[in-house]
Nanobody, 122 residues
Framework: VQLVESGGGLVQAGGSLRLSCVAS????????MGWFRQAPGKEREFVAT????????YYADSVKGRFSISRDTIKNTVNLQMNSLKPEDTAVYYC????????????????WGKGTLVTASS
């Protein structure tokens, strides 16, 4: 399984970015895909996940109302639209997948991408 992220970069606080993750190597029916992030000196944390089958979405409280996760089942892609970015959103964002449906837990993720850096400057 390969997960390749893109779309990170530098943006001013209040701005927007869209991350994409292209997945390959297996079918994802019944699986979870999503995003976690890790800021310098902090633990990797849950951001958002989506259930491949029915598109159920789960968000961390810190990003609800600002971030939106979506998937394209034809292109095997999961996207994260990030609006109203804050300096505290600065982190490396990782795409991940789990064989467990509807998971939000880091420990459940089976595969990880290499990450893409998002920097929101004040």
């Amino acid at each position: 399984v390969q997960l390749v992220e893109s779309g990170g970069g530098l943006v001013q606080a209040g701005g927007s970015l869209r991350l994409s993750c292209v997945a390959s190597g297996r079918t994802f029916t019944g699986y979870t895909m999503g995003w976690f992030r890790q800021a310098p000196g902090k633990e990797r944390e849950f951001v958002a996940t989506i259930t491949w089958n029915d598109g159920s979405r789960y968000y961390a409280d810190s990003v609800k109302g600002r971030f939106s996760i979506s998937r394209d089942t034809i292109k095997n892609t999961v996207n994260l639209q990030m609006n109203s970015l804050k300096p505290e959103d600065t982190a490396v964002y990782y795409c991940a997948t789990s064989a467990r449906s509807s998971s939000t837990l880091k420990v459940d993720m089976d595969y990880w991408g290499k990450g893409t850096l998002v920097t929101a400057s004040s």
